[in-house]
Structures are given as structure tokens and as C-alpha cells.
């Protein structure tokens, strides 16, 4: 469905059905396939045949909702994973190796820098942290000889930086590796980071993807342009043969479009078994199916809460990218012009106490660990998430004790708007 809008994409891509087949996607409930001979199941089992053989691998399902994501992202193929975790540690994973080292932005998800900076070290991956405003200089003295990845999010959780996808991408380029682009704020309906040169793109689906708060998933698509033959001695597991496939080499064998996913589905997944259940991929497909309608919403929905908090004298400060008075909006303005998401993040002058008596008051907007649903939902990082640290620490980390993270979801904004200045009061 390569020519068509991103909304009929939305709708429409990744599952195509048949004379007299099911118009919606099969919810392929099996965990196993059958086949008439062993000889047709060894084909499988030697990547000499496509087909199915275990769930913990593939299933019908992920793929018709990987191939819809694929599709969204700009990319040749695709693959959902059990969480977002799961899909950022692949990602990295199925490039990297004991004694290789990442480039990360530093304005990422708390649970990606714990990932990368804690479990990944101990599998003796190093990383080196970047400010994403860091300049072209300060990013080239980032690399080393065993870098082989570089590592962003579009717009990070829970800071709202905006990253600057060209420019980190000419880096990862200029030193032979790939970007990869955490994409899950803005979804592919308002941002798609393969344009601007990024080479995988994540996703945790369990935020605007799904949308609805009911089904925690991950994606991993490949844009198919990285030149892996090229940086061959840098990716010896794709490029050299694979002993526990028979010797096959994934960048011969599968070629730039598909040798990054097959390897990651049939390496990874086969031994980590982070496999997305068939049912949550049919609840995300009918998430994705709206994806479209509701993006615009949640964007709008957050930039009305942005510009209300920007008046009133209670709130010392507010974060929202598509906001022309934030830092990060001549980014935003390039890169998702259409708008970014419905999270925004504002601080309370009264500090930590006034921002936990302001939750309480809220009556639509719900106290949760949650961003990206149709309910509004908020959070005082000082008191759940980065509740281990000191009010000293968290000023140091750039997350004041009066910081609150309100995901706008999809009411009526005049509601939302209502529910807090009743609060602010
Ligand atoms: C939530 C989130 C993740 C982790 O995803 P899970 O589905 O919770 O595992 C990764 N990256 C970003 C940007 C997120 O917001």
C-alpha cells in the first residue's frame, strides 16, 4: 500500500484478505503449525522455506500488525515484541556484542537508560551518554572504534526533548553504524525518523499505538538502507554465517531489506522468546486502525492544557514542544509539523507538596505509571518514579520535586482545562 496516505495505511495496510477470507485480522490462537512431511518442516528450520513451525518465533497475527507498522514507518519489514522494553533491547542487541559500545542520547526513557546503562554493561556493552543538543564536535568525540549503534528517542519520555534525527544520523553514518529512533511519542502519524535518515525504528506499542490502555507490546522496523556488507568487519553477525542456521550469512541470504529482522526473529526471538500473544496484536491492530483520528487529538488536546498552564502565576514552568515558546520548537516544527503528541509536563511553584495536593484535587486526569491513553493521566515523578532520589538529585537530573507529566488524553479539552484550574484553585 506504498502509495497511499498515512491514514489509509492506518486503516488498511499489513493485512490484505482473500476471496471469502475473514476481513478482519485471524487471531492465529496456536502455538504450533502443521506440515505434511519432516522434510517441509526442515526447510523451515534451515531458513530455506517462509513458513511457520512455533509461535515463540512468529505468528500469523504479530505479522500482519509488524507488516501494518512496517508499512506506517516507511520501512521494508517489521516485527512486534512481547514490550517496548523488549523491542529497544533487540534493536541494539542483535548489532551489538561483548565489547561493543553505543552512543545514546541522554534524554531517554528511564527504563531504556537502566537497559543500556546497568543490564547491557553487564553483558559488557558499554555506552557513552550524549546531551542531544551536543554539538556536532561533542557527538563526534562520543565514537570509538567499537562503536556500533547510536541510540534516541524522537521525542524522549518523560523530558519532551526533541531530537535532532538528521544530525545524528550523519554522525551514526559518518562513523559506519546505524541510528536507531525510539519513535513512540510521536507514532509514525506525526513523525517518521527513516525520512530523515534514521536505519531502525522502535516502539513501545503500548502507549498511542494501542492507545486504549490494554495491551503492553513492542515493534522493531528496519528501513532497509543500511548497508551492512559495507561496515562488514563492525556486524560479523550478519555479515559472517551463522553457525546455529547452518551457515547462513543474513545480509547475503536476506539482503538489506530483510537481513536485520530475520536475524532478530530468528536469533533473538528464538532465544529470548520476547514474543508479542497473537490477542495482544489483534488489540493493537484495532488500536493502530484509529491511530490517525487520534493522534491529531491528543496533540491538540495538550497544546490547549500547555497554553492554559502558560497563564496561570501557579505554574513556574511548562514543557510542550509543539508550544513556540519551548526550546525544542524549531525542532518540533521540522521534524512533526503536524504536531508532536498529548504529553505535557508543567512544574508547580508550591514544589512537591503543592503538586501532590493538585493531583489529588484532579477528577478527570487519573494517577497512574501510564502516558499515551484516551484517559488523561498525570504523575509526580519525585513521588513514584524517581521517588529514590533527593530533592537535590532530582534538580540535578533536570526533574524538579514540583514536576507533574500530564498525558492528555482524548476528552473534551474544555473538560480537562475545567478539571485543572478546579485543582489549581
Ligand atoms: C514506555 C516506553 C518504553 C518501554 O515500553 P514498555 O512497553 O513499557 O516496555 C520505551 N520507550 C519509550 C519512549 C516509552 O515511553
Known sequence: MKNYEIGTKCVQAGYRPGNGEPRQ?????????????????????????????????????????????????????????SSGQAANFFALFNICENGSHIVSSSSIYGGTFNLISVTMAKMGIDVTFVDPNA????????????????????????ALTVLDIEKFAKAAHRHGVPLIVDNTFPTPVHCRPIEWGADIVTHSTTKYMDGHGAAVGGAIVDSGKFDWMAHADKFPGL???????????????????????????????????????PQNAFLLNLGLESLH???????????????????????????????????YYPLAKKYMPEGG?????????????????FMKKLRLAAIETHVADARTCCLNPATSTHRQMTDEQLAAAGIPAGLIRMSCGLEDSKDLIADIENALK
Open 341 to 357: 503528541c498529548g504529553v505535557v509536563s508543567f512544574e508547580l511553584k508550591g514544589g512537591r507538596s503543592a503538586a501532590l495536593e
Open 293 to 327: 483520528v487520534r493522534m491529531p487529538k491528543h496533540a491538540a488536546n495538550g497544546m490547549a492544557v500547555a497554553k492554559y498552564l502558560e497563564t496561570r502565576e501557579e505554574v513556574s514552568k511548562v514543557s510542550f514542544p509543539d508550544l513556540p515558546t519551548d526550546p
Open 239 to 277: 555479515t559472517t554465517p551463522d553457525e546455529s542456521y547452518h551457515g547462513i550469512v543474513y545480509a547475503e541470504k536476506f539482503g538489506l531489506e530483510g537481513a536485520f529482522i530475520t536475524k532478530c526473529t530468528s536469533q533473538l526471538m528464538r532465544d529470548f522468546g520476547c514474543i508479542q500473544s
Open 135 to 158: 554539538s556536532e564536535d561533542e557527538l563526534e568525540s562520543a565514537f570509538r572504534e567499537n562503536t556500533r549503534a547510536v541510540f534516541g528517542e524522537s521525542i524522549a519520555n518523560p
Open 25 to 81: 485480522i485471524p487471531i492465529v490462537q496456536s502455538t504450533t503449525f502443521k506440515y505434511d512431511t519432516s522434510e517441509a518442516m526442515g526447510k523451515l528450520f534451515d531458513l530455506e522455506a517462509p513458513g511457520y513451525f512455533y509461535t515463540r518465533l512468529q505468528n500469523p497475527t504479530n505479522d500482519y500488525v509488524a507488516a501494518k507498522i512496517a508499512e506506517l514507518e516507511g520501512g521494508t519489514a517489521g516485527m512486534l515484541t
